[in-house]
């Protein structure tokens, strides 16, 4: 959406990595997320907020993901 697309313009231009938290909505859930953007912009991760009350939707389970050699995750608030 024009979020994603708005916060990777600024990644790319930067040259930086961006992880910021947005609501997501599917076509029946709304999520708390926070997305992950690399230096070009791209979406590498998406996580879902797992310990989620309603109003709000529950993720699955965090999974960390290899990039530039490191093991990256993204905790959101009581996740931890």
Same mark, same amino acid.
Not at 24 to 40: F, G, H, K, P
């Given at each position: #959406? /024009?979020?994603? &697309?708005? +916060? *990777?313009?600024?990644?790319?231009?930067?040259?930086? @990595?961006?992880? @910021?938290? +947005?609501? !997501?909505? %599917?076509? %029946?859930?709304?999520?708390?997320?926070?997305?992950?953007?690399?230096?070009q912009?791209? $979406?590498?991760? $998406?996580?879902? &907020?797992?310990? !989620? &009350? /309603? /109003? @709000? *939707?529950? #993720? &699955?389970?965090?999974? /960390?993901? *290899? +990039? %530039? #050699?490191?093991? $990256?995750?993204?905790?959101?608030?009581? %996740?931890?």
């Amino acid at each position: #959406g /024009p979020t994603v &697309k708005e +916060m *990777a313009h600024l990644a790319q231009a930067y040259g930086v @990595f961006l992880c @910021f938290g +947005m609501l !997501e909505r %599917d076509s %029946d859930n709304v999520y708390d997320s926070a997305v992950l953007l690399n230096r070009q912009g791209d $979406v590498v991760l $998406v996580q879902r &907020k797992v310990s !989620e &009350k /309603p /109003p @709000f *939707a529950k #993720g &699955k389970a965090i999974e /960390p993901i *290899a +990039m %530039d #050699g490191y093991n $990256v995750a993204i905790l959101i608030c009581g %996740d931890l």
